[in-house]
């Protein structure tokens, strides 16, 4: 049997980068921990091999991206370790006096265009009324789940959220992104009633009833059954359990509802640079994909009303055939 060799201790110059992209660069949590896995592989697969970071070769990155591949590892996680990777040796030159840098001619791994899994506007309201029951949590459930619909915000974002945060008269929520960029968005008005619902003594007062809270718990807008912060994994178990009761398991991702939010704006008419300021992305082409979906929703709705959409070349309807020759 062939014993896998045990992952080594980062290098000093993997740490210090990592260290200058959640200080410096202000990276989510998540991001760090994925960069960590991906260059604790990368390093140990170079210690298998006696070869130091300052030593890697353009040839030894391809040959660990080919291994990658034949792994099984889907594009789009390839692209991830090689950003990975060309951080660190980018790193390395810039700040650690490396001569080169091994990565600078490597092309990554093509990824398909994955678009976005939107639900219909009627399983959107299918997910919502699955929350049935008028307790404390169901309240609560109720809420996250207009709100996420409602406001585009990400699962880590709206965890985030403190109860100064929103504004209901305003109808006005602070969200905080990628890389602690503030934005505040607009609430309408069924989001609001289901917050205002929950907010109320019924509500979320019943969860922190006669608990001791820590001043991070006793801000946080949405609150566990303990009374304590959401965490992220727990609203989205919120967004998975309601949509199995609603027949909807298949079709929820992490993102759907944010998708489904940005599509549903397109689809009603809305800019796409004011989705692109309210969805938070740094870049119009990542707020593009959704302005596919809406074209391809146009194109099955032209394709089912249009009356001359699908008629053959020459052929006319029976009545306007009778029409012409009467003429």
Same mark, same amino acid.
């Given at each position: 049997?062939?014993?896998?060799?045990?992952?080594?201790?980062?290098?000093?110059?993997?740490?210090?980068?990592?260290?200058?992209?959640?200080?410096?660069?202000?990276?989510?949590?998540?991001?760090?921990?994925?960069?960590?896995?991906?260059?604790?592989?990368?390093?140990?697969?170079?210690?298998?091999?006696?070869?130091?970071?300052?030593?890697?070769?353009?040839?030894?990155?391809?040959?660990?991206?080919?291994?990658?591949?034949?792994?099984?590892?889907?594009?789009?996680?390839?692209?991830?370790?090689?950003?990975?990777?060309?951080?660190?040796?980018?790193?390395?030159?810039?700040?650690?006096?490396?001569?080169?840098?091994?990565?600078?001619?490597?092309?990554?791994?093509?990824?398909?265009?994955?678009?976005?899994?939107?639900?219909?506007?009627?399983?959107?309201?299918?997910?919502?009324?699955?929350?049935?029951?008028?307790?404390?949590?169901?309240?609560?459930?109720?809420?996250?789940?207009?709100?996420?619909?409602?406001?585009?915000?990400?699962?880590?974002?709206?965890?985030?959220?403190?109860?100064?945060?929103?504004?209901?008269?305003?109808?006005?929520?602070?969200?905080?992104?990628?890389?602690?960029?503030?934005?505040?968005?607009?609430?309408?008005?069924?989001?609001?009633?289901?917050?205002?619902?929950?907010?109320?003594?019924?509500?979320?007062?019943?969860?922190?009833?006669?608990?001791?809270?820590?001043?991070?718990?006793?801000?946080?807008?949405?609150?566990?059954?303990?009374?304590?912060?959401?965490?992220? *994994?727990?609203?989205?178990?919120?967004?998975?359990?309601?949509?199995?009761?609603?027949?909807?398991?298949?079709?929820?991702?992490?993102?759907?509802?944010?998708?489904?939010?940005?599509?549903?704006?397109?689809?009603?008419?809305?800019?796409?640079?004011?989705?692109?300021?309210?969805?938070?992305?740094?870049?119009?082409?990542?707020?593009?994909?959704?302005?596919?979906?809406?074209?391809?929703?146009? *194109?099955?709705?032209?394709?089912?009303?249009?009356?001359?959409?699908?008629?053959?070349?020459?052929?006319?309807?029976?009545?306007?055939?009778?029409?012409?020759?009467?003429?």
């Amino acid at each position: 049997m062939v014993r896998r060799a045990e992952p080594v201790p980062l290098s000093l110059d993997a740490e210090e980068y990592l260290s200058y992209l959640s200080v410096e660069r202000g990276r989510a949590a998540s991001s760090i921990r994925a960069y960590r896995g991906d260059l604790r592989a990368y390093e140990t697969y170079l210690n298998e091999r006696g070869v130091g970071v300052g030593d890697v070769s353009p040839r030894v990155v391809e040959e660990y991206l080919a291994g990658l591949a034949a792994a099984g590892r889907a594009p789009a996680s390839r692209a991830r370790a090689l950003a990975a990777i060309r951080g660190l040796h980018a790193f390395a030159l810039d700040e650690r006096g490396a001569v080169r840098d091994p990565t600078a001619d490597i092309e990554g791994p093509r990824r398909p265009d994955a678009l976005p899994k939107a639900l219909s506007e009627g399983e959107v309201l299918r997910l919502i009324a699955a929350v049935r029951g008028d307790g404390a949590t169901e309240r609560r459930d109720r809420a996250i789940l207009e709100l996420l619909y409602a406001s585009g915000a990400r699962i880590s974002e709206l965890t985030g959220c403190s109860l100064a945060d929103l504004d209901p008269d305003a109808g006005l929520l602070r969200l905080f992104g990628k890389g602690a960029k503030e934005r505040i968005v607009p609430v309408g008005s069924m989001a609001l009633s289901a917050v205002a619902d929950y907010l109320s003594p019924a509500g979320r007062a019943r969860l922190v009833a006669g608990r001791k809270l820590r001043r991070d718990d006793a801000d946080a807008l949405f609150v566990s059954a303990r009374g304590a912060r959401m965490s992220r *994994q727990a609203a989205w178990a919120v967004v998975r359990r309601h949509a199995l009761i609603a027949g909807l398991a298949d079709k929820v991702t992490p993102h759907v509802l944010r998708h489904s939010c940005a599509t549903h704006l397109l689809d009603h008419g809305a800019d796409i640079r004011v989705v692109q300021e309210f969805l938070g992305h740094a870049s119009i082409t990542t707020t593009q994909v959704y302005t596919k979906i809406s074209q391809e929703h146009l *194109q099955r709705a032209y394709q089912a009303a249009h009356p001359r959409a699908r008629a053959q070349p020459g052929r006319l309807k029976r009545e306007d055939a009778e029409v012409v020759r009467a003429k």
